[in-house]
């Protein structure tokens, strides 16, 4: 599956000449709906379910800093799902040479009705919950 | 009416050292907000009465940069309400010795019903219509 | 010249279900550094030259709303330049069928020495001068 | 200490209803900040004696929603400083009744110069050092 690229914009810099730390948990998200919709289940399809995945949680390591214009590429993958709780990894690195590691993180996402009830992922949505099963045995 | 005031968040600053220009429209909702609340018409009231008031226009002169930590007081006021369009202006001033205006904007807004309908304001809100019509002669 | 391409972001909605409108002044810049870089002069190497060139202005009219996922083709021209002011104009077509405006919208530059003094465009970035007011002509 | 009190921003809700999860990571900036500031340690301060302390690590638990117009009172700690790694907890709470926790978090700051090399901050700013270690132990 090919990564998802984000380039800094301006406004994602700070006045320490660097992104600010809070962009890189909307960078996972723009990485991640690019997982989704890579993997045949794109949020519009989700959001036409019924099915909400609210991030329960999410970790971030920041290893070297980035700045205006630099192409940070996502990779994404799935480290475990238990049917209840999904927990998506990232790597991000900076496209330049060589290629450096400037980030990995993790979010952790639950799957609700509208009502905010838990939706039986198993039983409910089974190809889906196969497929994350699947990815996660992979990793 | 006090003004509203805005201390610029590290966040809010780019890598050229100063508040990113974006921001400031962000700061003339948060005084808009304020301001109506302020009113006794908060956007919480107009909600639950079914009223969106979408932007359909800005316009910001900035005068002068801020930068992180400074406090910029926000006087907002109403240039004109025809029933329909209302224009919001917004006075930006740094506090500092001797204070420094930094931006001046405008907003424009209608009102609308969830279906995206206008609102007739005069025949369904006469009081909300009243109080603006008259700040707008005021100012 | 291709037009820039925004999609729009999860996390640039409101709660009101659309793109928020202060992410238009984000999306006019992101459109305005892929525009320098075509013309040949990005932004990487004005700050090079030493030069910055901050926004004065901005004015955004609101056409139509979007939302998450949508795509934004941006045209970006050249207005007016005096060799001190720049005046940069930007229209937003929603890519659907048919393709809907969504925005039109202004910025306006002038550009600096880390000084903050004025840079002689004309007398000092002479080539660059010829290409913004060749631009302006066209337009 | 008092704690720090947010009140979320129409801007910072997103299509689901609800507060951005990444508008958090802003909040515990915020939050932050006016910790060092009630401890005499502002960032001005800190800018001005050369050092830096940027986030090398957050990692966040959303516990409950929040959306526009909320007060979350922030209640910021020391859990952990080792003269070189700095580990700051918050505890968000929703202003209603009864209050309502929304988010617990961590960040890890590292102290830097100008330059990027750690700063001995041990023997160079030692009344800091002391400063942190005695919340450390407190917590």
């Not at 994602?12 to 960078?27: A, F, I, K, L």
């Not at 971030?60 to 990779?75: G, M, Q, V």
């Not at 990894?89 to 009502?115: A, N, R, W």
Request: charged content about 25%.
């Amino acid at each position: 599956m090919p990564p998802y690229v984000h380039r800094v914009h301006y406004y994602e810099t700070d006045r320490m000449g660097v992104t600010h730390h809070s962009n890189y948990v909307r960078m996972m998200e723009e990485a991640r709906v690019d997982f989704m919709e890579q993997l045949g289940w794109p949020y519009a399809r989700m959001e036409e379910l019924g099915v909400l995945s609210p991030v329960t949680a999410v970790n971030l390591k920041y290893i070297a800093p980035t700045t205006f214009d630099d192409r940070i590429e996502i990779h994404v993958g799935v480290k475990s799902f238990d049917g209840v709780k999904l927990v998506i990894t990232y790597t991000m690195t900076k496209l330049c040479d060589p290629p450096q590691i400037v980030l990995t993180g993790e979010s952790e996402h639950c799957f609700l009705t509208p009502e905010r009830r838990f939706v039986r992922v198993k039983r409910d949505l089974p190809e889906f919950y196969a497929l994350l099963v699947g990815l996660a045995e992979e990793s």
